[in-house]
């Protein structure tokens, strides 16, 4: 929905914008010789106006915003990225090929699927990937740009029916993915040298063209001055730090093949990291742990045996440069919507002025215009703590994802709900795909309801408190928040009232000394049946109030912890149709089957054990061949003894696991003829 609001937002802006250049700046003059006006003369809007962030000092004006709506850029980014497909589809037919001369004998049981002519490559591992995360997610940085302005700008290479708009995007979600391929697939390639070129010289094209975009138009209409710069810095930048990676990777590679340096070896099965967590969990714990800080303690504690996937980094990355264009397409739309509400405003002084501030309407039409002010204000100064908000909560997403996962290997599940204690396996596979889009959603959707209810706030506080006092009507406001704290403090002291009395008078004695509280028994019973008779009634009025505060803490925590995938905002019972928690806890189980420490390094042993007693087969079937004596496998030692044992019983036969060939079936009727014979 946001998608296509801002595709109609675009749309009509681009379509209305220059027809109505010389009414708006009409207007704004205007607009402003009767602020002028209203200044001068003794109005509390003044005050006001002065008190709720004056426009000038805060936007720029319509003249600075003007300065770029002729320019045409020879670039078209869109038609840019579909041309992008031919050397994306080049460098993977590339990579492909190579991989086909290297792991031929290697590749799945699927692969037959394409033949024997291309072996399959893959972007990234999105499940035990802990080397390049940071390369990988600078290069998930790079399709921000494309994330969110592609579809926002009206996506639409097919005419199709509103119906089908989900396959629009999903073409467009192919698309993008194809055309930003090359970067991950380069990152992640075998074949470092070539890899490395083409990388390169992809990623400069790119570079290039968004550079020569920005040249071209540096300016807009909605910001102003470098208001392209604004939306395509982040996008420059990881280009820029991914240009440097594959020109690192080209001299490393080059001196691998030049044989200055030593090729490194292959991706190690058990990471570094999670060999030090299993070492950690077989030492004993010293008696006398240290003291952490209060940031180790509070906030966050660095655990050397522990790495977060490529994928959290890469979701990070990304959401953080999606959350940085979001709140600058918010400001446009903000812009928009300032400048109507402008003209509106001097329509409103142009009516004040012409009825000499004598008219009926004139006190309401007043009130509209500070509201409008305070609005405006409102909104502008709120978009610094939601993004704080925002970007805290993505910190915490990585905190609370550490602290899970590793309860998760120590078989801890108590912090789940019980239903997701045995989660579905195809479920939890498509969560962990689901994961990252939706973090990214949830951040972006949970930035502006938490914009919305900072600005409510906001407002409240406004006339609440910051108006009273310029409309100097300070201590009428003061005596209504007295009044208002004063119920609701003797509201709270008669219910803490009734918990004192109950706990003084209707309880037994402590049972012994040691004891935190009474215990549950009754006493005085029948002074309690008139306790709780009298109070029935009253009780019933102060639910009403309960019953209310209910609702309002529910709604603020519910917008406030929108944006926490991790966390459910359903009551117990419910969790289930909360499904960004859904993909949460199956993300988690899915690293939690695939990258536990202890089932890796337990899977590393018996892998290292294998290849061991292969190597000493080797080595002892090269030290038999250099003998004069025949060479015998351990392998054919042990089938001449199953021969001979089966010989020797028959029997046996029958409890051996049969197999489909026919050589097979034919050795065991031979063999059964000789018992019964």
Not at 69 to 90: A, K, N, Q, R, W
Not at 453 to 466: A, N, P, R, T
Not at 618 to 639: D, E, F, H, M, V
Request: net charge positive; proline share 4%.
């Amino acid at each position: 929905m946001f998608a296509f609001s801002l595709s109609f937002f675009f749309r009509c802006c681009e379509e209305n914008w220059p027809e109505h250049q010389n009414i708006r700046s009409s207007h704004h003059q205007e607009a402003r010789e009767a602020q002028r006006t209203i200044q001068r003369s003794r109005l509390p809007t003044g005050a006001a106006g002065s008190a709720c962030f004056s426009s000038k000092m805060l936007f720029p004006n319509a003249s600075t915003r003007q300065l770029n709506g002729t320019c045409t850029s020879s670039v078209d980014m869109e038609l840019f990225l579909h041309y992008s497909l031919i050397p994306s589809l080049f460098i993977i037919l590339v990579l492909s090929l190579l991989q086909r001369q290297e792991h031929c004998r290697q590749r799945d049981d699927t692969s037959h699927l394409l033949g024997n002519h291309f072996g399959m490559i893959i972007p990234l591992d999105f499940v035990g990937t802990f080397s390049n995360r940071w390369s990988y997610g600078v290069a998930f940085g790079a399709t921000a740009n494309k994330v969110m302005f592609l579809f926002s700008e009206g996506y639409q290479p097919l005419q199709v029916p509103q119906w089908a708009q989900a396959f629009v995007l999903l073409i467009g979600g192919i698309e993008v993915g194809l055309s930003h391929f090359p970067f991950f697939a380069c990152l992640s390639s075998e074949f470092r040298l070539v890899s490395s070129i083409l990388g390169f010289s992809y990623s400069l094209t790119w570079f290039a063209v968004t550079v020569l975009h920005i040249t071209q138009c540096p300016h807009g209409q909605f910001v102003g001055k470098y208001e392209t710069v604004m939306f395509y810095w982040p996008s420059l930048l990881c280009l820029a730090f991914l240009l440097g990676r594959f020109l690192l990777m080209f001299v490393k590679s080059l001196r691998v093949h030049l044989g200055w340096e030593l090729q490194t070896e292959e991706k190690p099965f058990l990471e570094a990291h999670q060999a030090e967590h299993v070492k950690q969990l077989l030492r004993k714990r010293p008696r006398q742990e240290r003291k952490n800080s209060w940031f180790q303690t509070k906030i966050y504690e660095w655990d050397p045996c522990f790495q977060f996937p490529s994928r959290m980094i890469g979701t990070t990355v990304l959401a953080f440069i999606c959350l940085y264009l979001f709140i600058v397409i918010e400001f446009c739309i903000f812009v928009c919507v300032r400048d109507e509400l402008d003209v509106f405003e001097g329509e409103l002084e142009n009516y004040v002025a012409s009825v000499n501030q004598t008219g009926t309407l004139t006190p309401v039409l007043l009130q509209v215009k500070e509201l409008i002010s305070v609005i405006k204000g409102v909104w502008v100064v709120t978009i610094l703590p939601a993004s704080l908000t925002c970007v805290s909560y993505l910190f915490h997403i990585l905190a609370c994802y550490r602290k899970h996962i590793k309860r998760l290997w120590a078989g801890d599940k108590h912090f789940l709900p019980l239903k997701f204690h045995n989660p579905s396996s195809s479920e939890s596979v498509v969560a962990i795909a689901r994961y990252s889009g939706w973090q990214i959603a949830y951040i972006l959707w949970g930035y502006l309801i938490i914009h919305v209810m900072q600005s409510l706030c906001g407002l409240v506080i406004m006339y609440s408190l910051v108006l009273p006092v310029i409309h100097n009507q300070a201590l009428k406001m003061l005596r209504g928040l007295g009044i208002g704290t004063l119920t609701i403090s003797i509201v709270l002291g008669l219910m803490i009232l009734q918990v004192w009395i109950a706990a003084k008078f209707f309880l037994q004695p402590k049972m012994g000394t040691t004891d935190k509280q009474k215990p549950l028994a009754l006493n005085n019973r029948r002074a309690f049946h008139n306790f709780n008779y009298f109070l029935f009634f009253y009780n019933v009025l102060l639910g009403l109030g309960a019953c209310l505060s209910r609702l309002l803490i529910s709604c603020i925590l519910g917008t406030w912890l929108i944006a926490r995938i991790d966390r459910t905002i359903l009551q117990s019972g419910y969790e289930g149709a909360d499904m960004g928690f859904s993909a949460w806890i199956g993300m988690l189980y899915v690293d939690h089957y695939h990258t536990n420490p202890v089932l890796v390094s337990f899977c590393h042993i018996l892998i290292t054990g294998h290849r061991e007693r292969r190597l000493q087969q080797a080595i002892k079937c090269w030290y038999l061949n250099q003998s004069a004596g025949p060479c015998i496998s351990a392998r054919s030692r042990t089938r001449w003894l199953l021969l001979q044992t089966l010989i020797n019983n028959p029997r046996l036969v029958m409890l051996r696991k049969s197999r489909p060939d026919r050589g097979s079936q034919e050795f065991t009727q031979i063999l059964l003829t000789s018992s019964e014979i």
